[in-house]
Nanobody
Framework: VQLQASGGGLVQAGGSLRLSCATS????????TAWFRQGLGKEREFVGS???????????YYADSVKGRFTISRDNAKNTVDLVMNSLKPEDTAIYYC?????????????????WGQGTLVTVSS
């Protein structure tokens, strides 16, 4: 499994940005994918996750800090998992990582994810 995040950059507060995670070796029905972020001097924290099951369809789960502003989606044709970020705040500044788990979890814990991309930097100016 390989993951590669892209799309980071500098944006003003209130603006929007779209991150994309290119994946290979993933089966969306068997793996969960998620976005995490790590600010300078901070621990890596959960942003949101997405999983698919034939029983419940596609489910997403978000951290309270981004709920209503960020949206995770999956493009099966392109094998990407995107994170659309709206109404960005300076406190959203961080390196954003995409991650995948071997099982279809909805966990928000770093330790539950087995594969990680290299990260992409998002800087939100005030």
């Amino acid at each position: 499994v390989q993951l590669q995040a892209s799309g980071g950059g500098l944006v003003q507060a209130g603006g929007s940005l779209r991150l994309s995670c290119a994946t290979s070796g993933l089966t969306f029905s068997s793996h969960a994918t998620a976005w995490f972020r790590q600010g300078l001097g901070k621990e890596r924290e959960f942003v949101g996750s997405i999983r698919f099951s034939t029983w419940s369809g596609t489910r997403t789960y978000y951290a309270d800090s981004v709920k209503g502003r960020f949206t995770i989606s999956r493009d099966n044709a392109k094998n990407t998992v995107d994170l659309v970020m709206n109404s960005l705040k300076p406190e959203d500044t961080a390196i954003y990582y995409c991650a995948a788990a071997r099982v279809p979890t909805m966990s928000d814990r770093v330790s539950d994810y087995d594969y990680w991309g290299q990260g992409t930097l998002v800087t939100v100016s005030s």
